[in-house]
């Protein structure tokens, strides 16, 4: 018990050391840029940049954290954060590596193994990336090519229809209220599409976590 | 100095920030390997997560280059190579940097040549999504105690919880597969494409499971996420032809 939390408290530490120098990196690059090329930003149109941009992304950062803290883990967390592309990467990736290992994402093993996998997926997007960026030039046919455009379009329902089939298949009983009410919200509300999904994650897990509580308190599960 | 969107300095600049963010990741990676010896989770376990996350992660990385090469018609390569492969996703990104330029009057597609555009777009992107890189520090621990506790008491409502959090996050995304077909009614068939791949995707998985069980195909459960996403995305070329993105 007493290693655990030790662990545990390590990862927090070095985690907040990580986070707070890679937001300060982060944070003063533009202001970094401003020194080199000796230019101040336009102060409207970044004003107007922000209000554009911002409080919709920091409401939804917000919640995000919320939400993905408990599926992700500590260290998942402190690097998921960072590295980006959450809800159609690293939690994929986590929650696949998991479920595979047989191992909750409360427990120190489920801990140690989201880490690891996501540890993993950000080191090779940022590898990928990086071999992309060097051969830009010969890739961007290729990438651009009409033919794959509509593959990298439909990423998002290739990923989440194997990774339902797994949890649907194992969890039956609990999927059926939230699938409908998923269902029902996306084709009825115009409101609700690629961009709005992010809002909806948690609403969805919210209500599923309800649903499986009553279910639960019944016998049902 | 002179500004240029593919300026030497800003590749030095980024790569300097990204080697920073790729030793964080090695950092902890190595941490967690060594804690999960420590733990008894089997050498082969750790393996697998392993390379399994590397295929896996390899088709939605191609996807997320796919957007620095779309980005970097305007803004150069350089800074599109920093916000994707830290926090942003293709879609904050674009739209982030979509904002900016319509705020600078300039259209998207042009190259910058104005460095207070370059700068104040970069100023935009960075502050527009900051929330998680500035509030992870302070609040996981505080959060991931909290939510420590559930389980503790009854493992069992610990397990159901644990499900039903991931549950709740595929339904999201299981609806937004059907966002769109209620076009089917006014006669446009696309709203169906991600629906079939999706079901394409589905069929593969299930596939997978049944073999690895059943033919006891052990390796196929530790590609089989990576296969079915790869097989429903290449389904997508013939689907997109035969209903019309």
Known sequence: MKKELNYMDSVHRYGRIWGIIVAIALLSFPLILSLIFKTAPDFGVLLAGIIATAPMYWAVGIVEIFTYVPMLGAGGTYLSFVTGNISNLKLPCAIDAMERAGVKATSEEGEVISTISIAVSSIVTTLIILIGVICIVPLTPILESPVLVPAFDMILPALFGGLAVVFISKNAKLSVAPIILMLALFIFVPALNASTVGIMVPVGVIFTVIVARILYKRGVL | ?245
């Open chain 2, 1 to 245: 100095m002179e500004f240029h969107v593919n300026s030497p300095i800003l590749f030095v600049l980024v790569g300097a920030i990204i080697a920073l963010v790729v030793a964080q990741s090695v950092f902890f990676l190595a941490r967690a390997v060594k804690r999960a010896k420590e733990l008894g989770i089997a050498k082969d376990t750790v393996k697998k997560t392993v390379t399994s996350a590397a295929v896996f992660t390899i088709a939605p990385a191609v996807a997320v280059l796919v957007g620095v090469v779309a980005l970097s018609k305007s803004l150069g390569v350089a800074l599109p190579w920093l916000r994707l492969s830290v926090i942003g996703s293709i879609t904050y990104e674009t739209v982030a940097a979509g904002n900016a330029l319509e705020a600078a009057g300039s259209g998207a597609g042009t190259t910058i040549t104005d460095p207070a555009v370059f700068i104040t777009i970069a100023w935009v992107m960075t502050v527009g999504i900051a929330a998680g890189l500035i509030l992870v520090p302070f609040v996981t621990k505080k959060l991931q105690r909290s939510m420590g506790k559930i389980g503790m008491k009854d493992k069992k409502w610990g397990e159901i919880f644990n499900n039903a959090m991931f549950l709740g996050m595929i339904s999201a995304f299981l609806g937004y597969v059907f966002c769109d077909v209620a076009l089917v009614v006014k006669g446009d068939m696309s709203g169906l494409i991600p629906v079939c791949v999706m079901a394409v995707s589905a069929v593969v998985m299930a596939v997978c499971g049944l073999m690895a069980t059943k033919a006891r195909i052990r390796w196929l459960t530790d590609y089989a996420l990576p296969l079915s996403l790869i097989v429903g995305m290449v389904s997508a070329i013939p689907i997109t032809a035969l209903l019309g993105g």
